[in-house]
């Protein structure tokens, strides 16, 4: 069985920069896209960023683009989430995940079937 490990979360201020890793461990590798989700207090969990199985394309939410990038080196089994220029509103859980399968465009909930325990981003004004 697969499992998910997030780290690199914390406390920043606005402004700063996190890079968080997600390490898959197990048996079985999943060679399949991976992405990042996040929920804040009292809110629904929502897409981050995902990225294809061999780091060609990647997709981002709105409210993320040209500020959060999303790598994977498959060697080491980890994806990257490079997050700079953090605001107040990234504070939240964030959620490492893999895709059930090779969608064509795994941006939704329901496309990912294994996640991480999540890890703590929280950023100050």
């Known amino acids: 069985q697969v499992q998910l490990v997030e780290s690199g979360g914390g406390l920043v201020q606005a402004g700063g920069s996190l890079r968080l890793s997600c390490a898959q461990s197990g048996r079985t590798f999943i060679s399949s896209p991976m992405g990042w989700f996040r929920q804040a207090p009292g809110k629904e969990r929502e897409f981050v960023a995902s990225i294809s199985w061999s780091g060609g394309s990647t997709y981002y939410s709105d409210s993320v683009k040209g500020r959060f990038t999303i790598s994977r080196d498959n060697a080491k089994n980890t994806v990257y989430l490079q997050m700079n220029s953090l605001k107040p509103e990234d504070t939240a859980v964030y959620y490492c995940?893999?895709?059930?399968?090779?969608?064509?465009?795994?941006?939704?909930?329901?496309?990912?079937?294994?996640w991480g325990q999540g890890t703590q981003v929280t950023v100050s004004s």
């Open positions: 995940a893999a895709a059930k399968k090779n969608f064509a465009r795994p941006v939704l909930t329901a496309d990912f079937g294994s």
